[in-house]
């Protein structure tokens, strides 16, 4: 557990309309803003260059787009995404990795055939055995 943890206590009426006035604010400022920014700015271009223009809604994917980009690229402590060949396996590895499979699929059969063969066992009646042990012990 977090020994410095901080929690926000939200008591009446006006703390309710903070918290909605906070909330309002960091979406205007966060989403809504970039949103019509990005879509303003690809309207600009658009004109220019023969595109269509887009509209709020369209903005505001195009600002997500923008936004999850730059996240992925600029994380430094992961890689969310990696670019790289994969390791090849070398004929020993490969072998292994065959002979595995098959004994996978041989048991798989195996286990298949005895469940088949096996009949199901019958459950007896407890309520006899409890009033055997009753009659026995009197």
């Known amino acids: 557990m977090k020994r410095k943890t901080k ?3 939200v008591s ?3 703390g309710i309309f903070l918290m909605i006035f906070i ?3 960091l979406a205007a400022g ?5 949103a019509i920014l990005a879509m303003h700015a690809w309207n600009y271009f ?3 260059i023969a595109f269509p223009v887009i509209n709020i809604y369209q ?3 195009l600002w997500a787009i923008i936004a999850i980009s730059g ?3 600029n994380d430094r402590k992961k890689f969310l995404v990696a670019f790289k060949a994969p390791d090849r396996l070398s004929d020993e590895d490969m072998r ?3 002979e595995r499979v098959k004994m996978q699929a041989q048991a798989k059969a195996l286990n298949s055939m005895i469940l088949k063969s096996a009949k199901p066992v019958e459950k007896e009646d407890k309520v006899d055995d409890a009033s055997e042990n009753k009659k026995e012990n009197v």
């Open 7 to 9: 929690v926000i206590q």
């Open 12 to 14: 009446g009426l006006r």
């Open 23 to 25: 909330a309002a604010c």
């Open 30 to 34: 966060f989403i809504a803003f970039p």
């Open 46 to 48: 658009a004109n220019m």
């Open 59 to 61: 903005g505001l994917l």
């Open 71 to 73: 996240f992925i690229i």
């Open 96 to 98: 292994k990795l065959m």
